[in-house]
């Protein structure tokens, strides 16, 4: 099975930054995609940033230029800077990889619970 721990979020005010990590463990034998999402209350989860297995990194539109995601294979880590966030930004922030599990055939989805995170204007 495939975990992914989430941690970093929490209460910023306009400006301001805070930093994500999500931690991956598990029998994974591969990666192709690995990112975050996140979820506004009513709304549909939407993609933040992902490295995507052609070796690109897509990031949404209204985090463009704010936000950068790095990894580390190593730590098997994956983190999101967010600097200069907007109130907009709130919502709850999801880890996600695309991964095949050593046994397995087929690539799956994994998600980690979600941390909240909260831009005070």
């Known amino acids: 099975q495939v975990h992914l721990a989430e941690s970093g979020g929490g209460l910023v005010q306009a400006g301001g930054s805070l930093r994500l990590s999500c931690v991956a463990s598990g029998s994974i034998f591969s990666v192709t995609v690995l990112g975050w999402y996140l979820q506004a209350p009513g709304q549909q989860r939407e993609l933040v940033a992902a490295?995507?297995?052609?070796?690109?990194?897509n990031y949404g539109d209204s985090v463009k230029g704010r936000f950068t995601l790095s990894r580390d294979n190593a730590k098997k880590t994956i983190d999101l800077l967010m600097n200069s966030m907007k109130p907009d930004d709130t919502a709850v922030y999801y880890c996600?990889?695309?991964?095949?599990?050593?046994?397995?055939?087929?690539?799956?989805?994994?998600w980690g619970q979600g941390t909240q995170v909260t831009v005070s204007s």
């Open positions: 996600h990889v695309r991964a095949l599990e050593s046994g397995k055939r087929l690539y799956s989805d994994y």
């Open positions: 490295f995507t297995g052609d070796g690109s990194t």
